[in-house]
């Protein structure tokens, strides 16, 4: 059984589980409790010495980063949709898989962590930069289905938990209609796992709907 040791209210541990269930791949969860420095223990510095979750475990492989899991579950358990074999579907998917990294945690990501959790960053700069990303973000929804590729891939899991949770740091999405559509299309797609907070999300998504179906590996 692969194994992802992960918090439950973390986006980017969020992303890993997301991409798991819409795939059909088992996981064993292995709760991190922060709040006691469990992340700093010998056991889990063994594990990740950056002393980050989520980490995956499967057999004698262990991964730290969630954009690296993701590519690696895709490319190992998942069906080949949601991680193609060619360098141009690759290159374009990993565009997004950035995006995640850098200016989502810098944007909406940062200002959740001020509002939620009580963090001491630039909230107001957190606000800016998530204004500037979502218009870009919705820009591009408006003229595509997915974000790439015409269908769901690790793309769309990598950059959905943030923008999705963008109402816990005070975010408002109403002025990007397409995200909005986006959000509910993914909350759409077979297998789709939710999150605390998530809910509220769908709410302010408005009527967008996907008819696309997506065959998990678990399926015939």
């Given amino acids: 059984m692969i194994r992802l040791h992960d918090v439950e209210l973390s986006g980017n541990c969020y992303k890993v589980r997301l991409f798991a269930a819409l795939a059909g791949i088992p996981l064993e969860r292995c709760p991190v409790d922060l709040a006691a420095g469990e992340h700093r223990t010998p056991q889990f510095l063994a594990l990740n010495p ?16 969630s954009q690296a899991i993701l590519v690696y579950l895709a490319s190992r358990h998942g069906d080949p949709g949601w991680w193609p ?34 963090y001491d960053l630039d909230k107001a700069d957190a606000l800016r930069r998530s204004a500037r990303l ?3 973000v ?21 950059v959905f938990p943030y ?33 605390p907070g998530i809910q509220h999300a769908h709410d302010r998504a408005g009527d967008g709907h996907c008819s696309l179906q997506i065959k998990s590996k678990t399926e015939p």
Avoid: M, N, Y
């Fill in 85 to 118: 074999d060619d360098a141009a579907s690759q290159g374009r998917i990993v565009q997004w898989l950035s995006a995640s990294a850098g200016e989502i945690q810098s944007g909406p990501a940062s200002a959740r962590l001020v509002e939620k959790f009580g």
């Fill in 50 to 65: 950056w002393a980050q979750v989520p980490v995956l475990v499967d057999g004698d492989l262990v991964l730290r980063d």
């Fill in 163 to 195: 923008v999705a949770w963008a109402h816990e740091g005070s975010v408002d999405l109403k002025p990007f209609p397409a995200v909005r559509a986006w959000i509910a299309r993914v909350q759409s797609l077979p297998g789709f796992l939710s999150a």
């Fill in 138 to 158: 919705d820009a591009h929804l408006a003229c595509h289905e997915w974000l790439e590729l015409g269908r769901p891939t690790i793309a769309d899991c990598a």
């Fill in 134 to 136: 979502l218009e870009r």
